[in-house]
């Protein structure tokens, strides 16, 4: 069968991906490694909060993060590759869209089931920090919501579509 469709559009449940095309802001921002991890990098799809320049700088979550520090869900870029191993990771210094409001797909805590509703927490220690969860458990709570459907959120695996407020 041939190739009918040459779209640049982002596909259907890919990590940092938007969801539709309901309202939505994004800003550019400058990831720059928190103290707690300068070895860190970030992925599509995660939190990230204020960095050392608010307003032009990002970093992951620190345990130290509150509510206010949150600055966004980190978008998918068009211009950024797979590095040999297969691994897309977005190192100190990238630009990054980061999605202030609006509705994207996000990357989970392993072995969750978020329903439809449920609140949205950040993860801001331990091994997966940055990641979205729907747990309180020592996380962040943030002015967000899941939006899929379980049966959306299965066939999806680690992400989910979640939906940040203004």
């Known amino acids: 069968m041939a190739q009918l469709n040459y779209t640049y559009q982002t596909q259907l449940g890919v990590a940092g991906g938007l969801l539709d095309v309901s309202p939505y802001s994004v800003n550019s921002r400058t990831f720059s490694?928190?103290?707690e991890d300068e070895t860190r990098s970030l992925k599509f799809g995660t939190g990230v909060v204020?960095?050392?320049?608010?307003?032009?700088?990002?970093?992951?979550p620190r345990?130290?993060?509150?509510?206010?520090?949150?600055?966004?869900?980190?978008l998918t870029g068009f211009t950024t590759e797979h590095n040999?191993?297969?691994?897309?990771k977005l190192h100190p210094g990238a630009t990054v869209g980061v999605l202030r409001f609006g509705k994207a797909w996000a990357r989970?805590?392993?072995?969750?089931?978020?329903?439809?509703?449920?609140?949205?927490?950040l993860i801001k220690e331990?091994?997966?920090?940055?990641?979205?969860?729907?747990?309180?458990?020592?996380?962040?709570?943030?002015?967000?919501?899941?939006?899929?459907?379980?049966?959306?959120v299965a066939a999806a695996g680690s992400i989910?579509?979640?939906?940040?407020f203004n």
């Open 33 to 35: 490694p928190n103290e």
């Open 50 to 60: 204020v960095g050392a320049s608010p307003g032009t700088t990002v970093t992951a």
């Open 63 to 74: 345990s130290d993060t509150t509510a206010s520090d949150f600055e966004g869900l980190v």
């Open 84 to 88: 040999l191993t297969g691994d897309l």
């Open 108 to 121: 989970l805590e392993p072995d969750i089931e978020p329903k439809y509703g449920d609140r949205v927490y």
């Open 126 to 152: 331990g091994e997966f920090v940055g990641c979205f969860t729907n747990l309180e458990d020592g996380n962040l709570p943030l002015a967000a919501q899941f939006v899929g459907n379980e049966g959306l």
């Open 160 to 164: 989910a579509p979640i939906e940040i």
